[in-house]
């Protein structure tokens, strides 16, 4: 019985790692069950058997990585000041960025995950609060527009163009051009 559960969840994790790729290349409204299927090397029916619909594969695709984005906004909110607040969300979202390289972007730049995450509730409202986090150091709209610029330059940063660098230089990189948007002195280091 252990065995084929095993199993079972690493049928599932196989058809969210095809899932990725494919809604990366084809974007997720070009993408079907079958392509998935075609992908791993099974029926369609063997993907239907994990995943009725694409949307529950994107559901799926989209929890591990709300779960981290769940805690980073914890984690800023948790901050004495609205500048450590900032600092910790910002790097905070650029460490998960960084690890999740494929699927940041997509789910930022296609409109089919686009509009099923704002659907959801919980999910606008997480974003809302990790937008207001970095948005808080300039109160007014001025905050807002900075804000939502960083966050859409840190998903463009995952571009092909910087797929070829180490994630320490690109995690370097994305920190540095968002602590000059939103106007946030790095923090200093106490020796």
């Known amino acids: 019985m252990a065995v084929t559960a ?3 969840a690493d049928s599932r994790q196989r058809f969210i790692d095809a899932a990725i790729g494919l809604f990366t290349r084809h974007s997720f409204a070009g ?9 791993v090397g099974v029926t369609k029916s063997a993907v239907h ?4 619909t694409r949307e529950e594969l994107l559901n799926a695709v989209v929890e591990p990585l709300l779960g981290e984005v769940r805690r980073a906004v914890e984690a800023a909110e948790g901050k004495r000041g609205r500048r450590a607040r900032a600092e910790r969300m910002l790097t905070g979202f650029v460490d998960l960025a960084v ?4 699927l940041v972007p997509m789910l930022v730049g296609d409109p089919g995950p ?4 704002r659907s959801r509730t919980e999910v606008s409202d ?3 609060r990790m937008i207001m986090l970095l948005a808080d150091l300039d109160p007014g709209v001025g905050g807002w527009i900075k804000a939502d610029m960083v966050m859409a330059g840190i998903a463009g940063g995952m571009s092909a163009r910087s797929s070829g660098l180490d994630d320490d230089v690109l995690r370097r990189y ?3 051009a968002s602590r000059r948007t939103l106007g946030l002195r790095a ?4 020796t």
């Open 31 to 39: 993408t079907s069950l079958q392509m998935i299927a075609d992908e």
């Open 114 to 117: 686009i509009e099923m995450l």
């Open 99 to 102: 690890r999740n390289r494929l």
């Open 126 to 128: 997480l974003v809302n």
């Open 6 to 8: 095993v199993r079972a």
């Open 174 to 176: 994305l920190i540095e």
């Open 187 to 190: 923090p200093r280091c106490l």
């Open 49 to 52: 058997h994990h995943f009725r």
